[in-house]
């Protein structure tokens, strides 16, 4: 199938301004690339991280551990900006009331 002009199915891209890291996702987060998301995030140090998920249209249970995960390495450093999909797959599972989402 010929897929030009598509959006892609997943990217996760990194910019770091002075202290503040952005990682903006893109697609579907699942079992495949949800190392691939949290590796991006880990791989520069940053005294503020956004991660950045309002693109995602899939967010399945790997990458709710990846989240957890870095929710549990940069503690109060972190923040998440959902989608509507993932606001909604981290309300059935329970983590809606974090303080590292944010629903600006």
Same mark, same amino acid.
Request: hydrophobic share 45%.
């Given at each position: 199938?010929?897929?030009?002009?598509?959006?892609?199915?997943? =990217?996760? =891209?990194?910019?770091?301004?002075?202290?503040?890291?952005?990682?903006?996702?893109?697609?579907?987060?699942?079992?495949?690339?949800?190392?691939?998301?949290?590796?991006?995030?880990?791989?520069?140090?940053?005294?503020?991280?956004? +991660?950045?998920?309002?693109?995602?249209?899939?967010?399945?249970?790997?990458?709710?551990?990846?989240?957890?995960?870095?929710?549990?390495? +940069?503690?109060?450093?972190?923040?998440?900006?959902? =989608?509507?999909?993932?606001?909604?797959? +981290?309300?059935?599972?329970?983590?809606?009331?974090?303080?590292? +989402?944010?629903?600006?």
């Amino acid at each position: 199938m010929d897929q030009r002009g598509a959006p892609p199915v997943f =990217s996760a =891209s990194a910019e770091l301004d002075g202290a503040h890291l952005r990682v903006v996702v893109t697609g579907e987060v699942d079992m495949a690339t949800a190392d691939t998301m949290l590796q991006t995030v880990l791989r520069e140090p940053a005294e503020r991280v956004t +991660l950045d998920l309002r693109r995602v249209t899939f967010f399945d249970s790997a990458a709710i551990h990846a989240v957890v995960r870095l929710a549990d390495r +940069l503690p109060e450093r972190l923040a998440v900006l959902p =989608s509507r999909q993932v606001t909604r797959v +981290l309300e059935i599972s329970g983590l809606a009331g974090q303080p590292w +989402l944010r629903r600006d």
